[in-house]
């Protein structure tokens, strides 16, 4: 008995030793027993009554926002417009349908240029318009036809990226009209609070947390628009470069040499010869 209370007290000895590992065992004591003292002390006191959650539709969140909320809306319809309206015009599909580019190529192969002509100006997409006008220089040589082509191509991808760019104008431009609507809400809520005084600091939080509802919307909005910006400019610029491919591989080995002074569009010609050369000096120019 004696030599186990001298082991005994070897071990509390060792044990208080370390005065970290009390600390330790004394705080998660409380940690285990404070939460119940205070549900004690709580219901002994009655309890604190809790406060009532009021539950808000989409719709009231939207009124709040103030009048701003009208072009904001306005913006977030426009933006689902020009998303999905971009989205086709980019796609492949819509800038080169394959009976279009299948169409051409058997009349190129036939060597119908009038009726590869026609076939484009009768089916009018990104691709036929590039044909088209392409082929109505053939008579001016390879070179400006080259340039048509390119040019022509050149007009595709603007007339796309510049609706690509309406993207952007509405990532810039809406949260500038949600943090008009922040503003004007909270010079509101100032003016209010200066005429009454401070009041009650839960109706001025409760303020200033509804104005800033606009500026959260206008936020809403111009995160996906610039995301989809960015998106389909890229996958306007590839399609741009197959549609290149497709256009400059039809005139590879053109016989222009064939198609001298031929006039295969309808496109009318106005320069004439100046009215200050005489028929005979023109002849002889001419020969």
């Given at each position: 008995?004696?030599?186990?209370?001298?082991?005994?007290?070897?071990r509390?000895?060792?044990?208080?030793?370390?005065?970290?590992?009390?600390?330790l065992?004394?705080?998660?004591?409380?940690?285990l027993?404070a939460?119940?003292?205070?549900?004690?002390?709580?219901d002994?006191a009655?309890g604190?009554?809790?406060p009532?959650?009021?539950?808000?539709?989409?719709?009231d969140?939207?009124?709040k926002?103030g009048?701003?909320?009208?072009?904001?809306?306005?913006?977030?319809?426009?933006?689902?417009?020009?998303?999905?309206?971009?989205?086709?015009?980019?796609?492949?599909?819509?800038?080169?349908?394959e009976?279009?580019?299948?169409?051409a190529r058997d009349?190129?192969?036939?060597g119908?240029?009038?009726?590869?002509?026609?076939h484009?100006?009768?089916?009018?997409?990104?691709?036929?318009?590039?044909?088209?006008?392409?082929l109505?220089?053939?008579?001016d040589?390879?070179?400006?036809?080259e340039?048509?082509?390119?040019?022509e191509v050149?007009?595709?991808?603007a007339?796309?990226?510049t609706?690509i760019?309406?993207?952007?104008?509405?990532?810039?431009?809406?949260?500038?009209?949600?943090?008009?609507?922040?503003?004007i809400?909270?010079?509101?809520?100032?003016?209010?609070?200066?005429?009454?005084?401070?009041g009650?600091?839960?109706?001025?939080?409760?303020?200033?947390?509804e104005?800033?509802?606009?500026?959260?919307s206008?936020?809403?909005?111009?995160?996906?628009?610039?995301m989809?910006?960015?998106?389909?400019?890229?996958?306007?610029?590839?399609?741009?470069?197959h549609?290149?491919?497709?256009?400059?591989g039809?005139?590879?080995k053109?016989?222009?040499?064939?198609?001298?002074?031929?006039?295969?569009?309808?496109?009318?010609?106005?320069a004439?010869?100046p009215?200050?050369?005489?028929?005979?000096e023109?002849?002889?120019?001419?020969?």
């Amino acid at each position: 008995m004696h030599l186990n209370s001298m082991s005994s007290l070897r071990r509390f000895h060792s044990f208080a030793s370390r005065p970290w590992l009390v600390a330790l065992l004394v705080m998660g004591a409380v940690c285990l027993v404070a939460p119940s003292i205070f549900a004690q002390a709580a219901d002994a006191a009655g309890g604190a009554p809790k406060p009532i959650v009021k539950h808000e539709s989409l719709w009231d969140e939207i009124v709040k926002g103030g009048l701003v909320m009208i072009p904001l809306g306005m913006c977030s319809v426009a933006l689902i417009w020009l998303v999905v309206d971009c989205w086709l015009r980019t796609s492949m599909k819509r800038l080169a349908p394959e009976s279009h580019v299948a169409g051409a190529r058997d009349l190129f192969r036939m060597g119908d240029y009038v009726g590869a002509y026609q076939h484009c100006k009768n089916n009018p997409s990104g691709f036929s318009d590039v044909v088209r006008v392409a082929l109505s220089y053939v008579g001016d040589g390879q070179t400006a036809t080259e340039d048509a082509l390119s040019g022509e191509v050149g007009k595709v991808n603007a007339q796309i990226q510049t609706r690509i760019n309406y993207l952007s104008v509405l990532g810039v431009c809406t949260p500038m009209i949600g943090l008009v609507g922040t503003v004007i809400g909270m010079i509101k809520a100032f003016k209010t609070m200066g005429a009454d005084g401070i009041g009650s600091p839960d109706k001025l939080s409760a303020a200033i947390g509804e104005v800033l509802i606009a500026t959260a919307s206008g936020l809403f909005i111009a995160i996906p628009a610039f995301m989809f910006f960015y998106f389909l400019r890229n996958k306007l610029q590839g399609s741009i470069h197959h549609l290149e491919e497709l256009t400059s591989g039809l005139f590879r080995k053109m016989p222009y040499e064939h198609l001298k002074d031929c006039h295969v569009g309808e496109e009318e010609f106005f320069a004439a010869t100046p009215n200050w050369v005489s028929p005979e000096e023109a002849a002889a120019v001419a020969a």
